[in-house]
């Protein structure tokens, strides 16, 4: 058996093959270190967490890598606002942001590349670009000429914003030779961070963060790109762009996965909105990580959700009761292989892990099996819920 990933690329539920057998290379979009994660990020990265997890209990050798945006215009503004360096602010955020992946059991990174790391990575990706006719230099930055590239668009199926994109960076300049063009490299600022380079004094635009990480931990093309639907465009867009200009080989990723929001009130749960809740707020009123884990599993990872304190009220109780059940069961059974066989064919189909509950409740529920074998198999599920049963 094959497990199916919804790829956004082609819009079709396909069968999932690395292009390397031995290894699947996955890369998620990570957090812009400026402030708490909200409940929608966390969302975003226990599903994917989620799918990583799944793809090793298949059996598959994991690469996960993400990147920390830690070079970015909401970093400076947040530390002028603060008074401190920008380097404070995403230090004590990333500390803030891996600290709450660890309590809602996100585990499966491989790595965590921050984006200052890899400078030199940028300015040569830049410089390639350029010297292929694909960048081009204004007042203020080097920028990417999309008519240059013609399949701009092939991801999202259009070439300008609409108004849930996740935008980190307006690059405006009426000197760009397209409205669409973005930035690559931005030109030092008086009073904001910058790096010395062949390309002048500056910092790297947001897309090229990404793709300058992922060819040197991952290679040219690699098989899974993760994030939530706000990155389909500009930004995935921007990293095919970028990518497939550099090394004229496509795809540059074979599947693209996105999930759906996290909404509140039917809109998208964000910062800039303001009607968000941290994860901490989350905890801080009492309710567990993990249940917070459980809620985001009721639900397809491609669904978007209407967060409720109820919802989530509901999803302590479950989570509650099947911890103590499993707790209270003797260990030593075995796991049960016809609710194991169920419990793949659901995660298979494009990691469906509502369905995936339900198998694990029937299981529970099922007078035929020993509670020696009930424990067993719900701790053999949990490598994909990581749910701490
Ligand atoms: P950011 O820190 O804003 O760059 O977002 C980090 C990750 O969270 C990205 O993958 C976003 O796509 C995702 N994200 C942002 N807002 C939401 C939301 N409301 N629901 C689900 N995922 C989100």
């Known amino acids: 058996m094959t497990i199916k990933l919804h790829n956004t690329l082609t819009g079709k539920l396909e069968d999932f093959k690395p292009i390397d057998e031995s290894e699947v290379k996955m890369f998620v979009c990570g957090p812009t270190v400026y402030d708490f994660a909200h409940i929608g990020n966390a969302k975003t990265y226990t599903q994917f967490d989620v799918t990583a997890r799944t793809l090793k209990y298949l059996g598959y050798k994991v690469n996960y890598l993400v990147n920390i945006t830690d070079i970015d215009d909401k ?22 942001y891996l600290d709450d992946m ?45 008519s240059k590239f013609s399949d701009y668009g092939k991801l999202s199926g259009r070439s300008s914003l609409g108004p849930d994109d996740a935008v980190s960076r307006i690059d405006e300049n009426p000197e760009k030779r397209n409205s669409g063009d973005f930035c690559l490299w931005k030109f030092k600022k008086e009073g904001e961070p910058f790096w010395p380079s062949s390309l ?13 990480i992922t060819e040197s931990e991952l290679g040219l093309q690699y098989d899974i790109h993760g994030g939530a639907v706000d990155l389909i465009f500009p930004h995935h867009e921007a990293e095919i762009a970028q990518m497939e200009s550099i090394s004229g080989l496509k795809p540059f990723v074979q599947y693209w996965l996105h999930a759906g929001f996290l909404n509140i009130d039917s809109a998208k749960m964000s910062k800039s909105k303001g009607n968000f809740f941290t994860i901490r707020d989350v905890f801080e009123k009492g309710y567990s990580p993990l249940a917070l884990r459980y809620l985001f599993l009721l639900s397809h990872y491609r669904t978007p959700v209407n967060f409720t304190w109820e919802a989530l009220e509901a999803a302590e109780n479950a989570y509650n009761k099947i911890k103590k059940l499993v707790d209270s069961w003797p260990d030593g059974g075995k796991v049960d292989e016809v609710y194991k066989e169920k419990f793949i064919e659901k995660i298979e189909n494009d990691l469906n892990t509502p369905q995936a509950l339900a198998v694990l409740w029937t299981m529970v529920k099922d007078k035929a099996v020993s509670l020696e ?8 599920f949990c490598k994909v819920f990581g749910l701490g049963l």
């Open 75 to 96: 970093i400076i503004g947040r530390a002028k606002e603060k008074g401190v360096t920008p380097e404070k602010i995403a230090e004590e955020f990333e500390t803030a």
């Open 102 to 146: 660890k309590s809602l059991n996100n585990t499966s990174v491989s790595k965590y590349a921050r984006a200052h790391d890899y400078i030199a990575q940028i300015v040569s990706q830049v410089e390639r670009l350029e010297k292929k006719g694909f960048a081009y230099k204004i007042s203020d930055g080097y920028y990417f000429d999309i």
């Open 200 to 212: 002048g004094e500056g910092r790297p635009g947001w897309h090229i963060e990404d793709t300058a």
């Open 373 to 380: 074998d009930k424990k067993a198999t719900a701790k053999d």
